[in-house]
């Protein structure tokens, strides 16, 4: 089951692996999974990253669902998206099952049972 929202589309696994394959952005997740929505300017604040280099890893982070931006007056305001999370580790669980399955056809297959 889904945890979306109608109309929005699943989230591709490896955009999301990507996403979270780079240690700034996973710091960025890291700073908005309070649940508070930021401006670039404090996302940026305390790190030597640029606004610009911020900005690139958000859109990164943002075509793969993880946060969402608003516009609030003149700034842009980014805030985590935990669904395409969810959906992930759900991807993870079923790939988990499936290589326990074969793991398990390749034991009995090996002790003589699949004979």
């Known amino acids: ?5 109608a109309g929005e589309p699943s989230p591709d696994p490896a955009a999301i ?13 890291a700073k908005l999974s309070d649940g508070q ?5 404090k996302l940026s604040a305390d790190t030597r990253l640029t606004r610009q280099a911020i900005t690139k890893h ?3 982070l943002e075509n793969a669902g993880l ?3 608003i516009q609030v007056g003149r700034e842009s305001r980014f805030s985590f998206r935990p669904e395409p ?4 580790r759900c991807y993870l669980d079923s790939v988990s099952e499936q290589w326990d ?3 398990g056809r390749l034991k009995a297959f090996v002790e003589g049972e699949g004979v």
């Open 58 to 60: 958000l859109r990164v």
């Open 37 to 41: 929505s930021r401006s670039i300017a």
């Open 1 to 5: 089951m889904s945890s979306l929202s």
């Open 85 to 88: 999370i969810v959906e992930v």
């Open 101 to 103: 399955e074969a793991l």
């Open 67 to 69: 946060v969402r931006s």
């Open 17 to 29: 692996f990507a996403a979270l394959g780079d240690g700034t952005r996973l710091s960025l997740l």
